[in-house]
């Protein structure tokens, strides 16, 4: 499986920002898609996943900003970030569960949050 990450870049504090990730392969064998991100200096954190069952979970820092989403019948997921804050910069990472034993990276994409 290869994952195809595009969207992020510099974006005003309050702005938005669609992430979309893309992933090869049957899409019927993938259980789960996800977003983290890292910081520098912090650790790697999940900030979104979305599971074949419909089930959604978000980070608590990005509840009500962020919304993760999974074009039916695809292998594409989105991620629409909105009210963004400087601490949500980050490089951003799509990840992805295949069979439920397979995990995939995106090689991330940068979201700076200043003015």
């Known amino acids: 499986v290869q994952l195809a990450e595009s969207g992020g870049g510099l974006v005003q504090p309050g702005g938005s920002v669609r992430l979309s990730c893309t992933a090869s392969g049957n899409q019927w064998l993938i259980n789960a898609m996800s977003w983290y991100r890292q910081a520098p200096g912090k650790e790697r954190e999940l900030v979104a996943e979305i599971l074949n069952a419909g089930v959604i979970k978000y980070h608590d820092d990005v509840k009500g900003r962020f919304t993760i989403s999974r074009q039916l019948g695809t292998n594409t997921v989105h991620l629409q970030a909105n009210a963004l804050k400087p601490e949500d910069t980050a490089v951003y990472y799509c990840?992805?569960?295949?069979?439920?034993?397979?995990?995939?990276w995106g090689q991330g994409t940068q979201v700076t949050v200043s003015s």
């Open positions: 990840h992805v569960i295949e069979n439920g034993l397979y995990e995939y």
